[in-house]
């Protein structure tokens, strides 16, 4: 039923797309069909395969490392004082900054390569981790607290069998975050300097004006963000599903 | 092990508005006292003062056991809301103090526990599959497990039915017989079942009121008990005017 209503939505909008083509009679360069861009998606399959490949492992990456980082950060500030006091100002100035301008800073300290997108990924996702899963370790019920203090435990074990099973539904929605934004770092990446990428082939082919390949690449880039979102969050509710219970 | 008598005496206020006091009350070692009053009169945080859970309390006084030692370290706390986490099943809900103090826990005992309390083949069930009674005899497997000799109740039955809360007041009197209980209840009628002592709260102070000799728990339909819960009543309503 969900699926039959995506796939109806999904073919109005394709039809409204062609009809605006020919009724206007747009040149391709400025807006090619739907049919155009599924040619040059078919034409150039392998050269979006191997482009994708190279995002896809950026997002990963900078996932993995900005999810890691997040929660690493959030546990530090949550587990001492002091160091909330220290990282509180880093965590608002990873945010404030704006990416677009550290881009090109990026690429002129760490290269064309693979780093600079993972960087970027990770300065994108880093924020939403961790203020999402901090505020989750701030706001244990007083109940668990009680039990908590009622059993004499210790800090560490509070925090470890308490505070972060309970945090795990704050987590997750970080998570969600994190994995719409990282596409959005390593796209960035890419396009203020690289020679592989999704990002790249975009400008390429802009500049080219071979629109449809652009377009084509764009597709590519939005299944492979759906496509990631998905399996992560399904592999977040396999793995973290208890946490998440009522 | 006989729970210790309990004397509180003084006075308690947070942010320098009074919640209750001066007061005096005392808790018979090893039996039940019930600590009856209108809402807001601070019997709450009475408790929880007992308990060692109220750094946020001013209080000015003291708590002190029959045989000299501390309270808060020897105290179980149990509320309403029963604090079971939903992350965890029922086996590991009933040892969660050791593990939190990072001792062994005791997984043979904590069967025998949840035998005891009528849960045997419960251990792996979650929390959100249980019924609001299956939760508080959690609650209460899991204050059995931490062995301490003085428990602290905050109206833990007044989410259930009437014949679950009539059970589970059974359960709690068989289970917790030798600790000193105090039992924090709004109803007349539960402390006229269950309490060896009754300390009516109000504004102006405690007011200790023996129960009836008859063995608890005392049959809803007796005399003396339906006798008692009206003494109660007639109590609780001098103390709210």
């Not at chain 1, 990446?189 to 652009?214: C, I, K």
């Not at chain 2, 004397?7 to 039940?32: K, M, T, W, Y």
């Not at chain 2, 009053?37 to 003291?62: C, E, H, M, N, Q």
Request: charged share 15%; with cysteine; net charge positive.
């Amino acid at each position: 039923m969900n699926s039959l209503r995506l796939a109806l939505i999904a073919a109005v909008l394709l039809g409204l797309w062609q009809g605006i083509v020919v009724l206007f009679a747009l040149p391709p360069f400025i807006l090619p069909g739907p049919l155009a861009v599924a040619r040059a998606a078919a034409d150039n399959a392998a050269l979006l395969t191997w482009h994708s490949i190279i995002t896809l492992g950026e997002i990963a990456a900078g996932t993995f490392l900005g999810v890691a980082l997040g929660a690493a950060t959030a546990l530090a500030m949550a587990a001492s004082k002091p160091l909330r006091g220290l990282l509180a100002p880093l965590l608002l100035f990873s945010q404030i900054i704006p990416v677009f301008a550290v881009a090109p800073l990026l690429t002129l300290w760490l290269g064309y390569g693979f780093g600079p997108k993972v960087v970027m990924a990770v300065l994108v996702i880093f924020f939403p981790v961790a203020s999402a899963f901090f505020d989750g370790l701030m706001q244990t019920r007083r109940e668990w607290l009680d039990l908590a203090a009622n059993a004499a435990a210790t800090p560490a074990r509070s925090l470890l069998l308490l505070r972060v099973p309970a945090a795990i539904p704050s987590f997750v929605t970080g998570l969600r975050l994190a994995l719409i934004y990282a596409p959005i770092g390593a796209v960035l990446g890419e396009w203020v300097g690289a020679s592989r990428g999704l990002g790249y082939l975009m400008l390429f082919a802009n500049g080219r004006a071979h629109t449809d390949l652009m377009f084509a690449a764009l597709l590519a880039l939005t299944l492979l963000a759906m496509l990631f979102y998905a399996v992560i969050m399904a592999l977040a509710k396999m793995l973290l599903g208890k946490y998440l219970r009522a | 092990m006989k729970g210790p008598s309990l004397h509180i005496e003084g006075r308690a206020a947070i942010d320098g508005e009074a919640v209750f006091g001066p007061l005096s009350l005392d808790a018979r070692g090893g039996g039940v006292t019930c600590l009856l009053g209108p809402s807001g009169v601070g019997k709450s945080t009475l408790l929880r003062l007992i308990a060692g859970l109220a750094p946020y309390v001013s209080f000015d006084g003291r708590i002190t056991c029959g045989d000299g030692e501390q309270a808060a370290p020897r105290a179980s706390f149990i509320q309403q809301s029963d604090m079971l986490l939903p992350w965890a099943d029922v086996l590991a809900n009933v040892t969660i103090g050791k593990r939190l103090r990072g001792e062994k826990a005791d997984t043979e005992k904590a069967q025998g526990l949840l035998a005891e309390v009528g849960l045997s083949g419960f251990e792996h069930r979650f929390p959100n599959t249980l019924s609001g009674g299956q939760r508080q005899r959690v609650a209460l497997a899991r204050t059995l497990m931490e062995e301490r000799p003085i428990v602290l109740l905050d109206e833990p039955f007044s989410a259930l039915d009437i014949k679950t809360r009539h059970g589970m007041q059974a359960l709690a009197l068989r289970i917790l017989a030798g600790k000193t209980v105090l039992l924090v209840t709004h109803d007349p009628g539960e402390a006229a079942r269950l309490a060896d002592d009754v300390a009516i709260m109000g504004v102006a102070g405690v007011k200790m009121i023996s129960a009836p000799a008859s063995p608890t728990p005392r049959p809803t339909d007796g005399a003396d008990t339906i006798a008692f819960a009206a003494q109660l009543t007639a109590a609780m309503m001098r103390e709210a005017a």
